[in-house]
């Protein structure tokens, strides 16, 4: 059974290009809850677009944009990426390479983070090419790591703070509202201190 936010998260999915079209389409056919939770009209305008059109996304996004807080997804998957790096689960590269993407796309306050990966992690192989690389070469390669991973989980967890604090608030995707006092925004107005700590 599909309840409201099971549904909002596929909408979601699809909208950030973590599943195709025809995977949405297939999901959308079996999903029947969609008329019930968001009305026939807007249910029929989703059966009734034409999934094999060559610009379909452009129409599905602007036809669920309408009823989708995407934004709450937004903010659910910096935090999550804040959490993974704290909690030091999945491969630090890869967060690190997502959230230096976030940044240059507007999330100015993951500007250290951003700027952590751009300044030499970029270079570092992530662990999903390991066997790709000669093992010593990737483990040096690697070390580097561990001699940032103490200010980057600082980071994480102070920026996660803000979040939970609801002081830094992602309104629509690649915006938010920052209601931190000015000298809590470090990493807006002191980033070279910030590498040198």
């Not at 790096?85 to 796309?105: A, F, H, M, R, T």
Request: glycine share 4%.
């Amino acid at each position: 059974m599909n309840n409201e936010f099971n549904i909002q998260k596929q909408f979601y999915r699809i909208y950030k290009g973590y599943i195709t079209v025809s995977e949405f389409e297939e999901w959308l056919y079996k999903t029947k809850e969609i008329e019930s939770i968001y009305g026939s009209n807007f249910y029929f305008d989703l059966l009734d677009l034409n999934y094999r059109k060559k610009y379909i996304k452009n129409e599905l996004m602007n036809l669920i944009e309408t009823k989708i807080p995407f934004y709450a997804f937004e903010q659910e998957r910096i935090m999550s990426l804040l959490e993974s790096i704290i909690k030091e689960k999945n491969d630090l590269v890869d967060i690190l390479e997502q959230l230096y993407e976030d940044y240059c796309s507007g999330y100015t306050f993951l500007r250290y983070l951003g700027l952590t990966y751009i300044t030499g992690i970029d270079a570092i192989p992530k662990v999903e090419h390991k066997d790709e690389w000669d093992k010593n070469e990737f483990d040096r390669k690697r070390e580097l790591l561990n001699s940032i991973k103490p200010k980057v989980i600082n980071e994480a967890m102070r920026l996660l703070s803000f979040f939970q604090k609801g002081l830094i608030k992602i309104t629509e995707e690649n915006d938010y509202s920052d209601y931190r006092r000015e000298e809590d925004r470090i990493e807006l107005n002191n980033i070279e201190g910030m590498f040198k700590e």
